[in-house]
Each structure stands twice: as C-alpha cells, then as structure tokens.
C-alpha cells in the first residue's frame, strides 16, 4: 500500500518507495519524475553505484549506451564497471568481464522458449537438432554482473552486489565451458549492454571454435546498446539461428524513466532498426518482444501503444506479456489479476500481433 506524494492516492497500485501514482507521471511529470528519480538514488546508493549516469565534460566518454556517460577523474560510469583513472578507462574489456555462467537443460524457462529453436523446433535441420524440444541438449546461460538501467522492480536485482567486486572472467573460460550438447549460448543479466564488447567477442570465438555445428547467439537486453553493438549482435544472432529479446518496458517515456532510472528512446529506436532484419531469416524469429506487466504501472494504454508500436513494424514479431512478481523496491505491489492479464493479452491481439502468450501464468491471482 503506497501513497502519492502529488496527489495524496493511497492504493496498493502505488509504490511506496516509488511514492508517485500512474496519473501523476503521466499528467504531471515535471513534479513526478523528481520524486521517483529520488527513489532510484537511494537504491543506487545502497551498492555503492553512481546515483546519475555522470556528465563530466572534461569526463571521459563511454558510447556503449544510452547513458553515454563522461566519466570524471577517479570517477565510475553509471553501470559501475568503468573507471576514469588518469584519462583512461579501465575496468572490463573485450577480453576480460564481470559474469557468471551455467548450464541450463532445454527446453528452458526463457522469454523465447515457446518460439526459438531450443524450446521448439523452429529451423530444423539447419538451427534445432530435433523438430520438437531440444531435449539431452543445454543452453549456456551467461548472465552479466550489471546493467544500463535501473528497474526498481528488477528480478535479478542481486548481481548488484557483484557489480563492484574485483573479480573478472576471460573469455577463454567462458569459451571452455561449452560442450558437444551445447547447442545456444544465451546473454542476460543484469543486462548485456554494458559489456557488449566481450560478448561479441567471446561469440565470435566460440562460433569459429565450434564451426559445422549448431550454436545459436541469444542476446535477452533492455535494448540500450549503440548501434555499432546492435548490429553486430544482429548479424551474430542472425547467422547462427539465435534471437534477440528485447523488454520493452514502457510506452510512455516518462513513466519508463520512473520505473527504470533511464530514458526508453534508444530502446524503441534499436527495437526498430533490428525489425529491418526480420525479412532475412523468417524461421526461427530473430526479434522477440516481452513486456512486464507491473501493476499499477503498465495498464492498457501502455499494452495497446506497445503492441501497436511492434504491429507496425511486423505483426508477426512474436510477444510476451509476463506476470509481475512483487521485487526489490516495488515488492509491495500485489500480483497481476487473471482478468487483467488476459484483457491485455486481448489488446495486443486487437492492435494486430498475431504471435502473442501470457507468460509466468502461475503467478496470476
């Protein structure tokens, strides 16, 4: 149960660490967002991380984002994995990153399980071993100790705690724990963005390593990335039968700022842009689209202007509407209403997507 600082609402709609409604963000955002972005600070503030992308301008610049942080001497970027020391950032590289990795069975609990090769089928023969589940095979899921945004309901909220220790793996070690039954190689987090360059990397490496044999590059990401990176997990995922799975978080910029610390422009443009390749290999679905439904936050305007959004682009994109899980900042919110979800599920199809599911349906009340 929260109340809203503008409005004075008092709902279990409403956050209370956020401390602002979904009317007030929308209709009144030059007090809102102020309120919210003070939430985002004291969550920063707890694991050490700068409460604001920096912007230094004798800083030294990292494009790898959205953020497009300048970094000041002694100074750390906004995900907190490089440091501005004498001029030069240091901290990960291409070679070197904060991660941790294991082996999950297919078919697993993935955004893309009920379309991608591994949950389904989808390519066979050129991208799946079988034409139903992958079954005896494995997934090497690597998950990334930070992230560009800051979802004050994030469910994997712990890797922050990792973000700032020392310690880094090579991509010789990541690359070693692949096996005759790994047949994709999935990157989450936290969120791939920030160490983009290493994943690349290590993808490349491992497709060569393992070439004449099935290995699909899957990218799970808040869509953040510049558009060098984009294109490049674009033409990874896309030769070797993987997908990409973009969150869409929000429609409304100023509510995806309130829940995620960070402006979603970048997100819709690369979501847009990654659309453009859809044409050259159908099956199985290189884009892949999921939304959150937070409740309280992400209501019927939110699902109709997303869906609407992807339908424009191909109506074929597959979505996933995922039930929300009380976590983190906003674990005081209550669990998405059956009614609710399914009359979203309903709007996405109106607008035109004729590829949508209800994901995490147990947690419907």
């Known amino acids: 149960m929260g109340r809203c600082r503008l409005c004075n609402t008092i709902s279990t709609y409403i956050s209370a660490e956020l401390s602002v409604c979904l009317d007030c963000i929308r209709k ?23 409460e604001y992308p920096p912007k230094d301008p004798y800083g030294v610049s990292c494009r790898l984002c959205v953020n497009e942080c300048k970094i ?3 100074g750390l970027g906004y995900c907190g994995l490089r440091r501005n020391e004498k001029g030069r950032l240091t901290g990960v590289t291409n070679s070197e990153a904060k991660l941790s990795w294991y082996h999950d069975p297919l078919p697993t609990n993935c955004v893309a399980d009920w379309v991608c090769p591994g949950g389904t089928g989808s390519g066979y023969p050129l991208y799946a071993h079988f034409k139903g589940p992958e079954y005896g095979f494995y997934n090497l899921a690597v998950f990334f100790h930070a992230c560009s945004f800051n979802c004050l309901y994030c469910q994997n909220w712990h890797f922050r705690e990792e973000t700032l220790m020392p310690e880094r793996r090579s991509v010789k070690e990541l690359i070693s724990s692949i096996n ?9 987090g936290g969120d791939p963005a920030p160490q983009l360059p290493f994943a690349i990397n290590a ?13 699909r590059i899957c990218f799970e990401t808040n869509g953040s990335m510049n558009r060098g990176l984009l294109k490049a997990m674009i033409d990874l995922s896309l030769k070797s039968g993987g997908c990409i799975k973009f969150d869409l978080k929000a429609w409304d910029e100023n509510l995806h700022i309130a829940l995620t610390g960070v402006t979603n422009k970048r997100t819709l443009e690369n979501f847009k842009e990654a659309s453009g390749y859809i044409h050259l290999r159908p099956e199985p679905p290189l884009l892949i689209a999921s939304t959150l439904l937070v409740p309280g936050y992400i209501d019927d305007e939110e699902i109709r202007e997303i869906s609407g959004f992807i339908a424009s682009l191909d ?7 995922l039930a929300f899980y009380p976590h983190f900042y906003m674990k005081d919110l209550s669990l ?6 399914y009359r979203y599920l309903k709007i996405a ?15 419907l009340i």
């Open 28 to 50: 009144n955002p030059v007090e809102a967002i102020p309120l919210a972005t003070e939430a985002h600070r004291r969550s920063r503030r707890r694991f050490g991380l700068p």
């Open 72 to 74: 000041p001497e002694g």
């Open 180 to 188: 005759s039954r790994t047949s994709c190689i999935s990157y989450f």
């Open 203 to 215: 993808s490349r490496f491992a497709i060569k390593e393992n070439k004449g044999r099935i290995l």
């Open 315 to 321: 109506p074929e994109i597959p979505y996933s509407l």
């Open 336 to 341: 998405v209403k059956r009614e609710d979800a």
């Open 349 to 363: 199809q109106e607008q035109g997507l004729r590829n949508v599911r209800l994901g995490n349906l147990h947690l």
